[in-house]
């Protein structure tokens, strides 16, 4: 009596501790194993320097670099991602790209066209383009729910974004830059030629070079300027505007913005 | 063999050659003109049928070179990964309301500060803000809760409340003008 007792006592413990383990794993099960399928597209276009590179993107990582090669090296990646194996294949296939060349453009770009008895997806879609392009060639841009990486690049360049994140490092041909609900991070070289961003809703990022050399006109409504002390002697400040005396030939970087917070910081400052 | 009459033998065969048989003249120039012109038509198709060709092996040539220059390669690959469980997505709609009315509320009083550009402007973008949230909405649906829509989203009800809070700030406390 007294056995069948304490198991039967011993047997809620034994419950309360498979209980408490099952909570536990319950709360870390924020996390689940999921199956990818992926499509890599390599593809190289022949093209000129001369020739202007069309991108246009749609919910898509994009890194794009330059080279000494005289084409460009495309690697473009659709992944689809869910539980089941055979619903990430199936979704796979709504990712669509297309490259399209005509004398002196090269476009680029991708889609997504669900079946039509597809309202919404069940898994989740990435797409990656990794890009590498002859040095000194054109450059356009629109990217929609985009984050867009470029390195060092030194040909002239106009981007278009939405909704997303933009990050240009070190450019040395003239850029043109317009965002919504898209923060930059501007790294300015040595080097860099003129840089002009118009945005809303994001905020911008200018990283100097240690001496900067540049003209700066910076101008935004409603949120804020924030500068380092040696460049707020240098110029005028107001609320949401700061300007530079313009120097001669010296690259203009000139940022205005709607809603946006824009934070100029240097190795040295701040 | 009489010159007049050519062999019977020559004129089948031209007949076998052709679809339609040669005229029944046994004029000598009337029958050359028609072998004459047989030929000069078969000489023609000749030279269509080699031009094709050429075009062909030139075509073959081209896309073999242009593939050398234009490759395509496409892998499919598979994995498994573990991934973040997304948090459903909760629509703000009480807030936006409660928002509207209470500012509508404040208005009621202070017509110079809700006419002046400073204020238009403000609310002017609120709408936008408004409008460009519904958009990330309708991609939600289509896409789910995936990461870059709802960062997105989120960028834009942060604008939103900052706008919202210097809205507030302009008409001030519910007092009258």
Redesign the interface.
């Given at each position: 009596m007294s056995s069948s007792s304490s198991t039967y006592f011993s047997w809620p413990r034994w419950l309360t501790c498979a209980l408490l383990v099952n909570l536990v794993s319950i709360a870390a099960s924020s996390q689940h194993k999921v199956q990818v399928a992926e499509k890599v597209i390599e593809r190289n276009i022949p093209a000129e320097k001369t020739a202007t590179l069309r991108l246009v993107a749609e919910k898509a990582t994009i890194r794009l670099r330059e080279w000494d090669e005289s084409f460009i090296q495309l690697k473009l990646v659709f992944g689809s991602m869910h539980k089941q194996q055979e619903v990430a294949e199936r979704e796979l296939t709504y990712m669509k790209y297309l490259v399209h060349q005509e004398e002196g453009q090269i476009t680029l770009s991708n889609t997504f066209i669900f079946p039509p008895n597809i309202e919404t997806l069940q898994g989740r879609v990435m797409v990656t383009y990794e890009l590498a392009i002859p040095r000194q060639m054109s450059l356009e841009i629109t990217a929609r729910y985009c984050k867009v990486y470029l390195s060092s690049i030194s040909g002239k360049a106009r981007i278009n974004s939405d909704y997303g994140n933009l990050e240009v490092l070190q450019p040395t041909g003239p850029i043109k830059i317009k965002g919504n609900a898209t923060d930059f991070v501007l790294e300015l070289g040595n080097t860099t030629n003129s840089i002009q961003a118009e945005t809303r809703y994001g905020d911008v990022q200018l990283i100097t070079p240690e001496n900067p050399t540049m003209t700066f006109d910076l101008s935004t409504t409603v949120k804020s300027i924030e500068l380092p002390a040696a460049l707020r002697k240098q110029g005028t400040y107001e609320i949401f505007t700061f300007k530079s005396p313009k120097k001669n030939n010296s690259p203009l970087i000139r940022v205005s913005g709607i809603l946006t917070t824009i934070k100029v910081s240097s190795p040295h400052e701040d | 063999m009489n010159n007049e009459q050519p062999d019977w033998s020559l004129r089948e065969k031209l007949n076998s050659l052709n679809e339609t048989p040669l005229p029944l003249s046994w004029d000598r120039d009337e029958l050359w003109d028609v072998i004459t012109s047989r030929q000069r038509r078969k000489s023609l198709i000749r030279r269509i049928q080699i031009s094709a060709i050429a075009a062909v092996v030139i075509l073959a040539v081209g896309g073999y070179w242009s593939s050398l220059?234009?490759?395509?390669?496409?892998?499919?690959?598979?994995?498994?990964?573990?991934?973040?469980?997304v948090s459903p997505v909760i629509p703000a709609r009480d807030s936006l309301a409660r928002f509207t009315s209470l500012l509508e509320e404040r208005c009621r009083n202070k017509s110079t500060i809700c006419t002046s550009p400073a204020f238009l402007?403000?609310k002017g973008?609120w709408h936008d803000?408004e409008q460009?949230s519904n958009e990330?909405h309708r991609?939600l649906?289509?896409?789910?809760n995936?990461?870059?829509?709802l960062e997105?989203r989120n960028?834009?009800m942060e604008?939103r409340t900052?706008?919202e809070k210097?809205l507030l700030d302009l008409v001030g406390e519910d007092s009258d003008e």
């Open positions: - | 220059n234009d490759d395509e390669q496409i892998t499919i690959r598979y994995r498994e990964e573990v991934v973040d469980v402007e403000l973008q803000l460009q990330i991609q649906l289509r896409f789910g995936d990461e870059d829509l997105a960028k834009i604008v900052h706008v210097e």
